[in-house]
């Protein structure tokens, strides 16, 4: 299946998977409020974003370069200035990611910690219970229960949403330093 996927691409004389984009002019590239504006910090057009990171889901851990085609020609800075805003655009991206990574791991040993806390108390508490009422022996049952629940929520905050995280920030770090070639139609 994925070499069938990775047929639909060609490939650059070195081997890497070259991922095709074609516009008219270079301005398509950039949001409409963002077309023309001076600064190398430009949003990307979300189409152009998510096309790059599907075609990046695609090719998996190929290396990739990105081959613009472009009906007008565009000189030197245009060329600049895209590989610019490319490489921007995917390291703020790749910061966004890290940031909710970052979350994810509070998140984690917020779970953890209140976990070991409670599983602590509920350890003392039945250790203390020996012949008390029923609902003492509830309660010492109940904190049990609700340490085994924060812990497990910490296991599956990391085991489950790391590798997400992981992955994106893997293919903005692919995607902003990835070759860009030129071309005209």
């Not at 270079?26 to 190398?40: K, S, T």
Request: glycine residues 2%; aromatic residues 12%.
């Amino acid at each position: 299946m994925i070499n069938e996927i990775l047929e639909r691409y060609a490939r650059t004389t070195e081997g890497r998977v070259i991922i095709d984009i074609t516009a008219d002019k270079v301005e398509y590239l950039f949001n409409d409020f963002d077309r023309h504006a001076p600064y190398m910090r430009k949003e990307l057009d979300q189409d152009l974003v998510d096309y790059l990171v599907d075609s990046m889901r695609e090719v998996g851990d190929e290396e990739i370069q990105m081959q613009f085609r472009f009906a007008e020609p565009i000189n030197n800075n245009q060329k600049e200035r895209v590989r610019t805003s490319i490489h921007n655009y995917f390291i703020y991206l790749k910061g966004l990611e890290v940031l909710e990574l970052k979350k994810l791991i509070r998140r984690f040993m917020i779970f953890l910690l209140i976990g070991f806390s409670i599983m602590a108390v509920s350890v003392w508490v039945n250790d203390h219970i020996n012949h008390a009422s029923a609902l003492s022996r509830v309660f010492a049952e109940g904190l049990t229960v609700a340490a085994w629940v924060s812990l497990w929520e910490a296991c599956s905050t990391l085991l489950i949403n790391w590798s997400p995280h992981r992955r994106q920030i893997k293919w903005c770090e692919k995607l902003a330093s990835a070759p860009v070639d030129f071309s005209h139609v």
